[in-house]
């Protein structure tokens, strides 16, 4: 079981700051969210993910391990640093 942290626009359409999730890669991740709120598909699309505080672009990169995954959606128009 992992948490994912959710902050931004990814907190407000999931109506929570985290939720637990048993996931292995981040696509499953996606799908779990966006099966909760379909909004969640356009959040996504320019979010960035941190696994145990590191920057994971790989969607299909196994996350076994992974005790913590931080959402973040692009804040307020401006590029991210990842």
């Known amino acids: 079981m992992v948490q994912v942290n959710?902050?931004?626009?990814?907190?407000a359409a999931i109506g929570s700051n985290s939720i637990n999730v048993e996931i292995t890669n981040l696509h499953e991740l996606i799908e779990v969210?966006?099966?909760l709120e379909p909004k969640m598909e356009s959040i996504l699309k320019s979010s960035k993910f941190l696994v145990d505080g590191t920057p994971l672009h790989d969607l299909t990169a196994s996350i076994n391990n992974a005790r913590?995954?931080?959402?973040?959606p692009q804040f307020a128009g401006g590029s991210s640093p990842f």
Do not use: T
Request: a negative charge; hydrophobic letters at 55%; proline letters at 0%.
């Open 68 to 72: 913590e995954i931080d959402v973040l």
């Open 33 to 35: 969210l966006c099966g």
């Open 6 to 11: 959710l902050y931004a626009a990814a907190r």
